[in-house]
């Protein structure tokens, strides 16, 4: 049915022959319609990395995932089909140095078309691309269009009094309609608007200041738009909009992002984006707003956040493997995988008891997130505290910080929400009870990285790295609190730039280096009321030439492993990327995540001595 193959810019359809079944589409053989989703992964707030990016495209149901190219900044791609799905185009980067590019639809024929432009979309005919043209924040944005190699620039719509920035045009399908979006100020007040195709007749359909339209694409039939917006810079919902009554209706309800939504192409369905579950993802749901479905997560694919426990017998890890971030047990070679969370939330971020009886996790919803602990023998769970989680537009960027820390003695748990304008830390005793706020004038530096903070042996303390105010200085410095009494003290007054803390027996380690000095990094280690500070190769003699070799802290003192230089070598051509190395309790071993080709994170171990590297989780069993 050629119809289904005249679609919008994110969906488009391969029909298969498959000879022997029912005619399911009234003709003499059957046909099997696959339906593709173009997309780019939403940058990895939550782990900072941009090793999954890239342009991908898979089926409708997630399945048959395949990256093309590895792009800087991929929410900003904006890749869209062809109408005969042949070739894709795309932008690299708003404003100036904004480059548009054209490939066909298997990553060949990589061709750059403009210098300047950005929102690039297929005419109907397949002959010309429409584009946004931003010259300056002083002259504005002209709506234009170009031949598929970038010549015969033709402007459809220069700037106008009561808007000059333009952004996401799509055409009707019939070709003689163009929606876009239209601000005079930046991301706010954005205006929904209508023209010909010819850029005369244009009008407004959406003009609300307390509506601020983000995205918006025609149903197939064009009788209808489909766009997302955002309320008084709330999170943003997914609404439907009839062009003969301009009547609105929404689509989603929940605390969250959900945001550049398309009709399928039999006009059935409107696949999307939202980060509903604490994690970014592709939805699906029928055109009422009935049956909203995760299809495919497109930042946290994989594995990640890999934990020992002490004795090193087991590693606990997140995974989406499975469809959403959940818990997943092993043993530490990967044997006997167990899956130990089973919901449509974020769970993840596991940390172990001292004992290794116990797992205590981060879940979220949105902003809604809880502290849990598991009984690894009964998998009996726990809720030991909820709460809210402030969003700062990313809310998936403050889950790290929330992972919850055991004390040495497996009675307490610390973990961080944000109770009010400061950053305060939350200690709780592990059977709910007992929640106190340390009133430590804490960064959030301090709490977004794990290393940052750490109890002392005895678990009567906390230090972490905070900002002074000493001299109306605000740079980071080590801290003490003492649990009991709430009382404070700096331990360091020296301006270095400081990150991972460690507390080994009765010292303190840290690492750190001057401000605006390259290559001035070094492992430094004091006494736990911060005396006798010192160079830790003054130490170890053995870390002036430190190249390789990196201090180990844990329950057993410190110690000084040297890394192969070929630890980082990949030995296949298809690892792209790796990150997030953590050490056996021994020192003997490393996990780490490593990013194949297609972006796709999995757990590899390898001896410190850079011998038997391979993948620790080999195979995949729902449990």
């Avoid at 639809?105 to 109907?124: A, E």
């Avoid at 719509?157 to 996401?168: A, G, R």
């Avoid at 876009?180 to 850029?199: C, H, K, P, V, Y």
């Avoid at 995540?593 to 171990?605: H, M, Q, T």
Wanted: net charge negative; aromatic share 12%; charged share 25%.
């Amino acid at each position: 049915d050629k119809s289904i193959l005249k679609t919008n810019d994110t969906w488009y359809a391969e029909a298969v022959n498959t000879g022997d079944n029912e005619d399911i589409l009234g003709k003499s053989s059957a046909v099997k319609i696959t339906i593709k989703i173009l997309f780019t992964p939403t940058i990895d707030w939550l782990y900072g990395s941009e090793s999954v990016s890239g342009i991908c495209i898979a089926n409708s149901d997630g399945s048959d995932l395949k990256r093309f190219i590895i792009i800087e900044n991929p929410s900003y791609c904006n890749p869209t089909f062809s109408p005969d799905g042949s070739k894709i185009t795309f932008h690299y980067k708003y404003g100036p140095g904004g480059s548009i590019f054209i490939m066909n639809n298997d990553g060949s024929n990589f061709k750059k078309i403009s210098d300047s432009g950005f929102s690039p979309l297929f005419s109907i005919d397949n002959e010309r691309i429409i584009f946004v043209s931003e010259h300056g924040l002083d002259t504005g944005d002209e709506i234009s269009t170009m031949n598929l190699n970038g010549s015969d620039i033709k402007t459809l719509l220069k700037p106008q009094n009561d808007f000059i920035y333009y952004d996401n045009p799509k055409y009707s399908h019939d070709g003689g309609k163009i929606i876009f979006i239209a601000s005079d100020n930046g991301f706010e007040n954005m205006i929904l608007n209508i023209m010909d195709s010819d850029g005369s007749n244009l009008k407004k359909l959406i003009d609300d200041k307390n509506m601020n339209v983000e995205y918006a694409s025609f149903s197939p039939d064009d009788k209808k738009v489909v766009f997302s917006a955002h309320k008084n810079n709330n999170d943003s919902e997914i609404y439907m909009m009839n062009l003969e009554s301009l009547e609105i209706k929404r689509l989603t309800d929940n605390k969250s992002y959900n945001f550049d939504p398309y009709f399928s192409p039999e006009g059935e369905k409107i696949v999307f984006y939202s980060n509903r579950n604490g994690f970014y993802g592709l939805y699906i749901m029928d055109i009422n707003g009935d049956n909203q479905e995760l299809i495919m997560s497109s930042d946290m694919i994989g594995s990640h956040n890999p934990t020992y426990s002490l004795d090193g017998s087991k590693i606990a890890f997140e995974s989406n493997k499975d469809g959403n971030p959940e818990i997943y047990l092993a043993n530490s070679d990967g044997t006997n995988l167990k899956r130990l969370t089973n919901n449509k939330v974020f769970d993840g971020f596991p940390t172990f008891s001292p004992d290794g009886q116990k797992l205590a996790f981060f879940s979220c919803e949105g902003s809604n997130c809880a502290i849990w602990i598991m009984d690894l023998n009964t998998h009996e769970l726990k809720k030991i505290d909820d709460f809210f989680l402030e969003d700062r537009g990313v809310v998936s960027e403050y889950y790290k910080s929330s992972k919850p820390i055991f004390s040495p003695d497996g009675e307490k748990l610390l973990y961080f929400t944000k109770p009010d304008s400061s950053e305060h830390f939350n200690i709780i005793n592990i059977d709910g009870t007992g929640k106190k706020i340390l009133n430590a004038n804490a960064s959030f530096f301090s709490f977004y990285s794990e290393h940052n903070k750490v109890f002392s042996s005895d678990s009567r303390k906390i230090y972490f790295i905070g900002n002074s105010q000493e001299n109306n200085n605000s740079a980071d410095e080590i801290f003490s609190i003492d649990i009991e009494n709430n009382a404070v003290q700096q331990l360091t007054h020296d301006n270095l730039i400081k990150e991972k803390l460690f507390f080994s027996k009765d010292k303190v380690i840290f690492e750190a280096w001057e401000n605006g000095k390259q290559n001035s990094n070094e492992f430094y280690i004091m006494n736990s009321d911060g005396s006798n500070m010192e160079k830790l190769s003054s130490v170890y003699p053995e870390l002036i030439n430190k190249k390789n070799k990196i201090p180990l802290i844990n329950e057993n003192g410190l110690s000084i492993i040297n890394i192969n230089e070929d630890f980082n070598k990949s030995e296949s051509n298809n690892i792209v990327g790796e990150e997030e190395p953590i050490f056996s309790p021994d020192g003997s071993k490393i996990i780490y995540v490593a990013f194949d080709e297609n972006g796709i994170p999995d757990l590899y171990i390898i001896n410190t001595d850079g011998t038997q590297k391979r993948k620790l989780i080999s195979s995949w069993v729902n449990n």
